[in-house]
């Protein structure tokens, strides 16, 4: 059965501060995809990013890196330079490929505040 | 851009009372979802619905059902609302296309549902 474990639950921070957001995932299936999402305060949530299991290259969208590493199954998400803005719930999602289950999997979230 | 309407964002009910929370999607996607979201607890899936007139019970169906009559429309019905239904529930949707698992799903902004 497929897992996604969000560990931190909350995380506060500093304006200008970089901050991580882990995302460890569980799966037997070989084929894949790792989703992570962005819910601010008015409630809707918003697709940031998609990776595949083939695909390990590191991703980088403006202040945004996506670090995913099958090594650990892991696919963390990184904010440079954080700003008020980013206060939000972000969750991490898995949904596995043909042959596994198509209902994709959240973690629990991890709520990032950044004060001014 | 795809548009994920829920019919309410705020609604107050009674025990007792059948509810009804209506998702309308514009984009022709197959896959609809309804999730409660809990603090603490995440995302939980209540139902999935591949396509018109079907549906699949997801982690916590119990005390719910669904309508898919039309591809645009998917319906969650609390028969009976009890206060344990106090949430925030998010309804989304996702092409279904090739490997469907690899396509984000869209959400709505949410309906906070209160039973007093």
């Known amino acids: 059965a497929q897992k996604v474990t969000q560990a931190q639950t909350e995380i506060s921070v500093v304006e200008k501060e970089d901050v991580t957001l882990d995302c460890v995932y569980e799966?037997?299936?070989?084929?894949?995809?790792l989703f992570w999402y962005k819910q601010p305060p008015s409630g809707e949530l918003v697709f940031l990013i998609r990776?595949?299991?083939?695909?390990?290259q590191n991703e980088i969208s403006g202040r945004y890196s996506w670090n995913f590493q099958k090594s650990t199954s892991s696919f963390n998400f990184t904010i440079t330079a954080s700003q008020v803005v980013d206060s939000a719930v972000y969750f991490c999602?898995?949904?596995?490929?043909?042959?596994?289950?198509?209902?994709?999997?959240f973690g629990r979230g991890t709520s990032l505040i950044v004060h001014p | 851009d795809v548009k994920v309407t829920q019919s309410s964002r705020y609604l107050v009910k009674r025990t007792g009372e059948k509810v009804f929370l209506e998702c309308v999607q514009d984009?022709?996607?197959?896959?609809m979802f309804w999730y409660r979201q809990d603090p603490g607890l995440g995302l939980r899936l209540i139902y999935f619905?591949?396509?018109?007139?079907?549906?699949e019970k997801g982690d916590i169906p119990e005390g719910y059902s669904v309508s898919r009559e039309k591809k645009e429309r998917f319906s969650l019905i609390l028969e009976s609302a009890s206060t344990n239904q106090t949430s925030m529930y998010l309804c989304?949707?996702?092409?279904?296309?090739?490997?469907?698992?690899?396509?984000?799903?869209?959400f709505g902004d949410g309906t906070r549902l209160s039973i007093l």
């Open positions: 989304a949707s996702r092409l279904a296309q090739g490997d469907y698992s690899n396509q984000p799903q869209h």
């Open positions: 999602a898995l949904s596995e490929g043909t042959g596994g289950s198509y209902i994709p999997t």
């Open positions: 799966t037997r299936d070989t084929t894949y995809y």
């Open positions: 984009m022709d996607h197959e896959n």
């Open positions: 619905s591949y396509d018109v007139k079907m549906k």
């Open positions: 990776r595949n299991s083939f695909d390990e």
